[in-house]
């Protein structure tokens, strides 16, 4: 069983960068895909970026080129960096497997970029 607890969330302005965290409760090895997932004011919750075990990684379209997810394994720590932040990616963002398990959902961490 894990625990997932995100920070690094903050009020950054356009064009700035952020990278997120999220500290696993064990041995993040053993999760084959492991993604971060946002939700924006109003809207529901997507996944935006995928981890596999092996190192891929794929993104939505609006993340591609601006964002890099990738596994801490040393710290058990997923993280994910972002990139030329817009208004468009405030939301609250949450980690969690690929399918996600609904019972490992977490508080998130909120990003806010203002213009």
């Known amino acids: 069983q894990g625990q997932l607890v995100e920070s690094g969330g903050g009020l950054v302005q356009v064009g700035g960068s952020l990278t997120l965290s999220c500290a696993v409760s064990?041995?993040?090895?053993?999760?084959?895909?492991m993604a971060w997932y946002r939700r924006p004011p109003g809207k529901q919750r997507d996944v935006i970026a995928i981890n596999s075990d092996r190192g891929v990684a794929n993104y939505v379209d609006s993340l591609k080129g601006r964002a890099t997810i990738f596994r801490d394994n040393a710290t058990n720590t997923l993280r994910l960096q972002m990139d030329s932040l817009k208004p468009e990616d405030t939301a609250v963002y949450y980690c969690?497997?690929?399918?996600?398990?609904?019972?490992?959902w977490g508080q998130g961490t909120q990003v806010t970029v203002s213009s």
């Open positions: 969690n497997l690929f399918p996600p398990k609904i019972e490992w």
């Open positions: 064990g041995d993040i090895t053993r999760f084959d895909n």
